[in-house]
C-alpha cells in the first residue's frame, strides 16, 4: 500500500510539472538549447574554419589510442563531442532538478497544497523520498532524451559536413550514469534542505544557482585547454557531488519536520 | 473508548506565544463537537496539534488511543481534515484531485471512484467534477475540500470552518451531511468555528475557547448550569407578576426570570386571579453566545481580581 501512495505522490508531481508551461519553458528550453543548438554551432563553426589556423598536432595527443588521427576537423569535433559538450551537458541536471524540486517542495507549500498531502497517512520521510524520486527521475529523464537528441542532430550534422560520425566516448558513459545522476541529487537534496526556510519556489530555485558556477568553470578549463576532461576526472567530480549530496540529506531529517514544513 | 482526549494540552510557539494554555477535554465517538472562539482563539492550532502537525510543549493528547505527537501517520489513517490552508491542485480536476487524495490514503481506485461520485452527487459538484479546480468559486473549493477529508470514511472529521465561503443552500447541505455521517455512520465531528449560532443549530458538545484557554466544555445543558440554567420570559400582560422581579420592556411587556417551565402556569395563574389579561408569553434558555459572553465576563471579572 505504501508503494501505491509513494507511486501517486511520484505521478502527480511529474504531471505537475509537465503540465505547468511556466516550468515547461525552462524544461524545454535549457536541453535544447545546450543539446541540439550549441554542438550544432560548434560542428558548423569547426567545418568552416579556415585549417590553417589551427595547431591541432598537440590536440591530437589527447585522443585515445583508437581514436588518433591527422585530419584536423575529427581532432577538434572528437574533442567537442568528448570534452567540451559533457561539460556544457551538466547545465541540464543543474537546471531541471532545481526547476523540478524546487516545485515540488517549496512550489507546494507556496500554493498551499503540502499541508494536505501531509495529512495523509505516509511518513514525513515517504512523502520527501517520493518527491525526491519524481524530481530526480525527470531531471534523468530529461537528460537522457536530451543526450538522444544530440547524438541524432549532431550525428546527422557530422555525416554531412565531414562525412564520418564521431561517436562519443567512455567520458559520456560516465557522465551520464554517474556525475549527472551526483548533480541531480545534489540539488535536489539542497533544495529540499532549504524548503522548511524558503516560502517561494523562485527563492528555493535561486539557492542553487550558483551551482552554475562550479560548472561553467568547468566549461571554461575545457575550452582553454587548461584540463581536459577525462573519464577519471568525471569520475572525481561525481564522486564529489554524489558525497556532498549525502553530506546534505544527512542533516534533513533533524531539519524538516511537519512543525518546520508548515511554519509561515 | 474516547475519540479524543487532550490533557493538559498546551503549544507555545517559539517567539513565546502560548497558542493552547492546558486544555483539557474529551469526546465520545459519534459526537459532533463544536470547538469555539473568535479568530485567533487557538482552534486551528488545536487541530494540527490532535494531528500530529505540531508537537505539544506540554500535556497530551490522543486520537482514538492514538498519541499524534508520536505517530501522526497512526491518526492520520483515522482521520480527515478541513482548513482553510488545506488545499488542493489547481491544474487536475475535482475528480483527479479526489482519486489522488484517495490513493494516498489508500483507497483502491475503483472503490475511491465510485465513492467520489456519491460525494459529488451530495455535495452538489456532479456537474464540475470533470473541470480544473482552478476554474471552482470558493464555496465549490470548500465542498471539493469535504469531499476530500471524506474520500477514505474517516472514523473523525476536523473541519476549520467548513460553512465559510457557502451560500445558505449549499451550508445547509454541508450540515445535513454532518449530521447525517454523525447519527449513520458514527463518524465524530470536531468542527471549529466562530459562528455561535451556526454551532448550537449543529454540535452535540462543545469546548469554548479563547485565548487559547479553554472557558468550558460539555453539552449546552452542562454549559447553561455554569452560568444560569433557568428561563427568560417574555411577558405581555395587563398587569406585571407581583411577587417576582422583572423588568418592564414597553408598555405590557415584561422580562422575568424562571427555573423551569413549570413555574409558568403558576404565573399566569396568578395574574388572571388578579383581574389581568395575557396577550402572550415565550420562554427561553440561554444561548450558547450568551454562555460564551457570560462566560468571558466570569473569567475577566476573575483574572481581574486575582
Given at each position: 500500500?505504501?508503494?501505491?501512495?509513494?507511486?501517486?505522490?511520484?505521478?502527480?508531481?511529474?504531471?505537475?510539472?509537465?503540465?505547468?508551461?511556466?516550468?515547461?519553458?525552462?524544461?524545454?528550453?535549457?536541453?535544447?538549447?545546450?543539446?541540439?543548438?550549441?554542438?550544432?554551432?560548434?560542428?558548423?563553426?569547426?567545418?568552416?574554419?579556415?585549417?590553417?589556423?589551427?595547431?591541432?598536432?598537440?590536440?591530437?595527443?589527447?585522443?585515445?589510442?583508437?581514436?588518433?588521427?591527422?585530419?584536423?576537423?575529427?581532432?577538434?569535433?572528437?574533442?567537442?563531442?568528448?570534452?567540451?559538450?559533457?561539460?556544457?551537458?551538466?547545465?541540464?541536471?543543474?537546471?531541471?532538478?532545481?526547476?523540478?524540486?524546487?516545485?515540488?517542495?517549496?512550489?507546494?507549500?507556496?500554493?498551499?497544497?503540502?499541508?494536505?498531502?501531509?495529512?495523509?497517512?505516509?511518513?514525513?520521510?515517504?512523502?520527501?523520498?517520493?518527491?525526491?524520486?519524481?524530481?530526480?527521475?525527470?531531471?534523468?529523464?530529461?537528460?537522457?532524451?536530451?543526450?538522444?537528441?544530440?547524438?541524432?542532430?549532431?550525428?546527422?550534422?557530422?555525416?554531412?559536413?565531414?562525412?564520418?560520425?564521431?561517436?562519443?566516448?567512455?567520458?559520456?558513459?560516465?557522465?551520464?550514469?554517474?556525475?549527472?545522476?551526483?548533480?541531480?541529487?545534489?540539488?535536489?537534496?539542497?533544495?529540499?534542505?532549504?524548503?522548511?526556510?524558503?516560502?517561494?519556489?523562485?527563492?528555493?530555485?535561486?539557492?542553487?544557482?550558483?551551482?552554475?558556477?562550479?560548472?561553467?568553470?568547468?566549461?571554461?578549463?575545457?575550452?582553454?585547454?587548461?584540463?581536459?576532461?577525462?573519464?577519471?576526472?568525471?569520475?572525481?567530480?561525481?564522486?564529489?557531488?554524489?558525497?556532498?549530496?549525502?553530506?546534505?540529506?544527512?542533516?534533513?531529517?533533524?531539519?524538516?519536520?511537519?512543525?518546520?514544513?508548515?511554519?509561515? | 473508548?474516547?475519540?479524543?482526549?487532550?490533557?493538559?494540552?498546551?503549544?507555545?510557539?517559539?517567539?513565546?506565544?502560548?497558542?493552547?494554555?492546558?486544555?483539557?477535554?474529551?469526546?465520545?465517538?459519534?459526537?459532533?463537537?463544536?470547538?469555539?472562539?473568535?479568530?485567533?482563539?487557538?482552534?486551528?492550532?488545536a487541530v494540527k496539534l490532535l494531528n500530529g502537525m505540531l508537537t505539544p510543549?506540554?500535556?497530551?493528547?490522543?486520537?482514538?488511543?492514538?498519541?499524534?505527537?508520536?505517530?501522526?501517520?497512526?491518526?492520520?489513517?483515522?482521520?480527515?481534515?478541513?482548513?482553510e490552508h488545506a488545499q488542493m491542485y489547481?491544474?487536475?480536476?475535482?475528480?483527479?484531485?479526489?482519486?489522488?487524495?484517495?490513493?494516498?490514503?489508500?483507497?483502491?481506485?475503483?472503490?475511491?471512484?465510485?465513492?467520489?461520485?456519491?460525494?459529488?452527487?451530495?455535495?452538489?459538484?456532479?456537474?464540475?467534477?470533470?473541470?480544473?479546480?482552478?476554474?471552482?468559486?470558493?464555496?465549490?473549493?470548500?465542498?471539493?475540500?469535504?469531499?476530500?477529508?471524506?474520500?477514505?470514511?474517516?472514523?473523525?472529521?476536523?473541519?476549520?470552518?467548513?460553512?465559510?465561503?457557502?451560500?445558505?443552500?449549499?451550508?445547509?447541505?454541508?450540515?445535513?451531511?454532518?449530521?447525517?455521517?454523525?447519527?449513520?455512520?458514527?463518524?465524530?465531528?470536531?468542527?471549529?468555528?466562530?459562528?455561535?449560532?451556526?454551532?448550537?443549530?449543529?454540535?452535540?458538545?462543545?469546548?469554548?475557547?479563547?485565548?487559547?484557554?479553554?472557558?468550558?466544555?460539555?453539552?449546552?445543558?452542562?454549559?447553561?448550569?455554569?452560568?444560569?440554567?433557568?428561563?427568560?420570559?417574555?411577558?405581555?400582560?395587563?398587569?406585571?407578576?407581583?411577587?417576582?422581579?422583572?423588568?418592564?420592556?414597553?408598555?405590557?411587556?415584561?422580562?422575568?426570570?424562571?427555573?423551569?417551565?413549570?413555574?409558568?402556569?403558576?404565573?399566569?395563574?396568578?395574574?388572571?386571579?388578579?383581574?389581568?389579561?395575557?396577550?402572550?408569553?415565550?420562554?427561553?434558555?440561554?444561548?450558547?453566545?450568551?454562555?460564551?459572553?457570560?462566560?468571558?465576563?466570569?473569567?475577566?471579572?476573575?483574572?481581574?481580581?486575582?
Amino acid at each position: 500500500m505504501i508503494h501505491s501512495m509513494r507511486r501517486a505522490i511520484i505521478k502527480k508531481d511529474l504531471r505537475a510539472l509537465i503540465t505547468n508551461k511556466r516550468q515547461l519553458i525552462p524544461l524545454l528550453a535549457v536541453p535544447i538549447v545546450v543539446a541540439v543548438v550549441v554542438p550544432s554551432v560548434f560542428i558548423l563553426l569547426a567545418h568552416f574554419s579556415p585549417q590553417e589556423m589551427m595547431e591541432m598536432e598537440k590536440l591530437a595527443a589527447f585522443l585515445p589510442p583508437g581514436e588518433q588521427t591527422d585530419g584536423t576537423q575529427q581532432v577538434m569535433l572528437w574533442l567537442l563531442i568528448n570534452n567540451i559538450m559533457p561539460a556544457f551537458f551538466l547545465l541540464i541536471p543543474v537546471m531541471v532538478a532545481s526547476v523540478s524540486a524546487a516545485s515540488s517542495f517549496v512550489g507546494e507549500k507556496e500554493k498551499h497544497t503540502l499541508e494536505t498531502l501531509l495529512y495523509c497517512p505516509l511518513p514525513l520521510r515517504g512523502v520527501f523520498q517520493s518527491k525526491i524520486l519524481a524530481s530526480f527521475t525527470l531531471s534523468m529523464l530529461v537528460s537522457l532524451c536530451s543526450f538522444a537528441a544530440m547524438l541524432l542532430v549532431a550525428e546527422a550534422e557530422l555525416l554531412l559536413t565531414l562525412g564520418s560520425p564521431v561517436f562519443p566516448g567512455i567520458n559520456w558513459l560516465v557522465t551520464l550514469l554517474f556525475v549527472a545522476p551526483a548533480i541531480s541529487l545534489f540539488v535536489i537534496t539542497l533544495i529540499v534542505r532549504g524548503s522548511a526556510k524558503a516560502q517561494t519556489a523562485d527563492e528555493s530555485q535561486q539557492r542553487t544557482i550558483f551551482l552554475i558556477l562550479p560548472v561553467m568553470a568547468f566549461i571554461i578549463t575545457q575550452f582553454s585547454g587548461m584540463v581536459f576532461a577525462s573519464a577519471w576526472l568525471l569520475l572525481g567530480v561525481g564522486a564529489a557531488f554524489a558525497l556532498l549530496a549525502g553530506i546534505c540529506m544527512r542533516g534533513v531529517p533533524q531539519k524538516i519536520s511537519y512543525e518546520t514544513l508548515l511554519k509561515r | 473508548m474516547q475519540a479524543v482526549v487532550a490533557e493538559n494540552l498546551t503549544k507555545i510557539f517559539p517567539q513565546g506565544k502560548k497558542a493552547v494554555d492546558a486544555v483539557s477535554f474529551a469526546l465520545g465517538q459519534g459526537e459532533i463537537f463544536g470547538f469555539l472562539g473568535p479568530n485567533g482563539a487557538g482552534k486551528t492550532t488545536a487541530v494540527k496539534l490532535l494531528n500530529g502537525m505540531l508537537t505539544p510543549t506540554a500535556g497530551c493528547c490522543r486520537v482514538f488511543g492514538t498519541d499524534p505527537a508520536a505517530d501522526p501517520c497512526g491518526v492520520h489513517k483515522l482521520s480527515g481534515v478541513v482548513t482553510e490552508h488545506a488545499q488542493m491542485y489547481e491544474h487536475m480536476t475535482g475528480m483527479e484531485n479526489l482519486l489522488f487524495f484517495g490513493a494516498v490514503f489508500g483507497v483502491n481506485a475503483r472503490e475511491c471512484r465510485a465513492r467520489a461520485d456519491r460525494l459529488f452527487a451530495a455535495l452538489e459538484l456532479m456537474c464540475a467534477k470533470d473541470q480544473k479546480l482552478s476554474t471552482y468559486s470558493t464555496g465549490m473549493r470548500q465542498r471539493l475540500s469535504l469531499a476530500r477529508a471524506m474520500i477514505h470514511r474517516p472514523k473523525i472529521l476536523f473541519l476549520d470552518e467548513p460553512t465559510s465561503g457557502l451560500d445558505p443552500e449549499n451550508a445547509q447541505n454541508v450540515n445535513d451531511m454532518i449530521k447525517r455521517l454523525a447519527h449513520e455512520e458514527g463518524t465524530t465531528i470536531f468542527l471549529c468555528t466562530h459562528q455561535l449560532r451556526y454551532a448550537q443549530e449543529l454540535c452535540t458538545a462543545y469546548g469554548l475557547i479563547d485565548e487559547g484557554a479553554l472557558l468550558a466544555a460539555g453539552t449546552l445543558a452542562e454549559l447553561r448550569t455554569l452560568v444560569f440554567s433557568g428561563l427568560t420570559v417574555r411577558l405581555t400582560a395587563s398587569l406585571p407578576p407581583d411577587d417576582i422581579p422583572y423588568t418592564a420592556l414597553n408598555g405590557h411587556e415584561f422580562s422575568l426570570t424562571l427555573q423551569t417551565e413549570d413555574d409558568i402556569p403558576p404565573l399566569v395563574k396568578k395574574i388572571v386571579e388578579r383581574g389581568g389579561k395575557i396577550y402572550g408569553v415565550s420562554a427561553r434558555q440561554l444561548t450558547l453566545e450568551e454562555i460564551y459572553f457570560a462566560l468571558l465576563e466570569k473569567r475577566g471579572v476573575k483574572e481581574a481580581a486575582s
